[in-house]
Structures are given as C-alpha cells and as structure tokens.
C-alpha cells in the first residue's frame, strides 16, 4: 500500500491550497481516508476524515468552515481543499487509510503516507 500526498508549498495568510493523496495498494477503493498534520514541535492532530462512499464526514473544530476534505474513488485520491488560512495552519500534512468508519485517532489508522509540508506566512 501507497499514500502519496502532493499540493504542499509556501503560501500567505488568507490564501488557498489543494492537497492530493493518491492512494495504491489497497484491496478496496472504499477505504476511510483522513488527513492529520504535525505543526512544528507539536503532536499529530486530527483534521478530517471521509468514508469509503463519503457519506460522512468528519473536521476538527479548528478548520471546519475553512477546509473540505472530497474524494474520487475512479482516480483513488482524496483532496483536502483548504481556504481561509492561517498562520496556525503551518505543517506537514499527512494522509491516512483504514478499512473502517472514519476516527479521529491517529493510531486507528494502518497505512499513511510521508507527508507534505504546508507553510502559511502571516
């Protein structure tokens, strides 16, 4: 199994960014996908997750009404379209897969990729 995430780059406060993870491997294209980010010296936190069919949803307080997290099963990659950003939104972003319900624990999760790193210039 593969994640691979793309779209992170420098960008300034209030901008927008994309980010993509494709997703190879995996024996069902209706696997849960999440994303969690790292900002520097802090713990993983959760930022939104999707199911298999993305009938539920699921964002963290901190970015919801700023971030929406979408899926295409044909091309099996999930996006995270994030708006409205901030400073605080600075980190490596990383995706994630499991075989169940959306969760927001990192350690529910079995496959993740290497990350992408967002950087939000005030």
């Known amino acids: 199994v593969q994640l691979v995430e793309s779209g992170g780059r420098s960008v300034q406060g209030g901008g927008s960014l994309r980010l993509s993870c494709a997703a190879s491997g995996l024996r069902s294209s209706l696997y849960t996908m999440a994303w969690f980010r790292q900002p520097p010296g802090k713990e993983r936190e959760f930022v939104s997750a999707?199911?298999?069919?993305?009938?539920?949803?699921d964002s963290a307080d901190s970015v919801k009404g700023r971030f929406t997290i979408s899926r295409d099963n044909a091309k099996k990659t999930v996006y995270l379209q994030m708006n409205s950003l901030k400073s605080e939104d600075t980190a490596v972003y990383s995706c994630?897969?499991?075989?169940?319900?959306?969760?927001?624990?990192?350690?529910?999760?079995?496959?993740w990729g290497q990350g992408t790193q967002v950087t939000v210039s005030s």
């Open positions: 994630a897969a499991r075989a169940r319900s959306p969760s927001r624990y990192g350690r529910d999760y079995k496959y």
């Open positions: 999707i199911s298999g069919t993305a009938s539920t949803t």
